[in-house]
C-alpha cells in the first residue's frame, strides 16, 4: 500500500512463483482475505466501492514467506482512510511468516475467526517477524 498521491495504483499484491498480480487506485482500506489449501493460495480483495478482485497463488514450499508493506505519509487528506485488512486461513501445514512493515500502523491481521494476529497464531501457523 502507497499513498493515494502515488501515480497509478497504490494497493498491490503479487505472486512471485505465478507472477499474477492484483492492483489498483484506492483512498479506503481494502479487505484481503488469503486463504491457504494445498499448494495454492486464494486471494479475495474488496477494494472501492466494494469492487472484489480474485487470484490464485501457489505455495511450493511448506514455509510461506509474506511481505505486508505500508509506505506512505497520513499528512495528506486522501491518505487519511488507507490501510489493509488481511484475514488468514491456513487450512495447510505449512508456517507463515509475515514480514511486516507497517510505517503508519494501519495494517490488520487477523485468523479466521476475526481475532487480530499481533506476533503469532497457532491456529492459522503465523508468525509475523
Known sequence: MQSFLTGGQNFCTYDNTTNKM??????????????FNGDTVDINVVGNAGNTYDMTGHVPKDTVEMHIVLNYNLNPVENKDLGVNVQ??????????????????????????????????STEKVTIV
Open 22 to 35: 492484483i492492483n489498483f487506485k484506492t483512498k479506503i482500506t481494502p479487505k484481503v482475505i488469503m486463504t
Open 88 to 121: 488468514i486461513i491456513n487450512n495447510t501445514d505449512k508456517k507463515i511468516n509475515i514480514n511486516l512493515y507497517d510505517k503508519v500502523r494501519r495494517a490488520k491481521i487477523t485468523d479466521r475467526n476475526g481475532n487480530s494476529i499481533y506476533s503469532s497464531s
